[in-house]
């Protein structure tokens, strides 16, 4: 019995002598076993850390910087789209006489908007007199009550339009004149006289008249061709559709 637990302990031993000097293969967690020691690249360089000097170096791997993430830079931009002058769709200068338009159109050929002008016949009255008059109000009975506000404050020259068909039936008219100087003149004495809503009335044949139409125009060739019309008794240059 002795021999059998004395050959035992010397097995046991051996064993472990075995173990320790790594001969009985590589075990997976050991942390001292010298198999893994003489693996490791310059173990001589190795140290073990405090436990202070452990703390410090995982809060200086958790402080250092992470890389950087690659930069995505923007999508350039598209190119910008030219900007489109303002244009007006339509517009019309007139109304010129025959002498006038041929003079005007000789003009306005020099900005090159040939290709987007067409002629046209605008109507036209052609003022041969003035009507001075104060328009209808009330009927005849208005009427009435006018002519004697004129009588009290020295007007004498009046009649009541009587025309059943006009639509200055019942009006007062105060005088009818040739030029527009003279009719004014009379308004002016009219309203000295203490006469308000006097009017002035041209009247005169409605006839045609030549006129120019231009389609998509820029802003200054609106400019040049207003500027050009002003030159001509009558015209203008409005919009039209």
Known sequence: MLKFVFWALLGANGVLLAYGQGLLGQPGDVAHEPARLKNQLAPERMQQLT????????????????????????????????????LVA??????????????????????????????????????????????????????????????????????????????????????????????QKLVADLQRQGVRGVRILPRGPQLTRAGYQYRQIEAGEHDRLTGIAENYNGAEVTRCS
């Not at 000097?53 to 995505?72: D, G, H, L, T, Y």
């Open 51 to 86: 436990p202070a000097q452990a703390r410090q170096a995982a809060a200086s791997v958790v402080a250092a910087p992470q890389a950087e993430a690659p930069v995505s830079l923007p999508a350039p931009l598209p190119a910008p789209t030219p900007v489109t002058p303002n």
């Open 90 to 183: 339509c517009v019309q200068a007139g109304p010129f006489s025959t002498a006038d338009a041929r003079r005007f159109e000789a003009r306005v050929a020099r900005l090159g908007l040939a290709p987007r002008q067409s002629r046209i016949e605008i109507p036209f009255q052609e003022v041969t007199s003035r009507l001075v008059y104060l328009p209808p109000n009330g009927g005849r009975e208005g009427a009435q009550r006018r002519v004697a506000e004129l009588k009290e404050r020295g007007v004498t020259n009046f009649f009541i339009m009587q025309n059943d068909t006009s639509p200055l039936r019942y009006a007062i008219s105060l005088g009818v004149f040739k030029s527009d100087g003279a009719a």
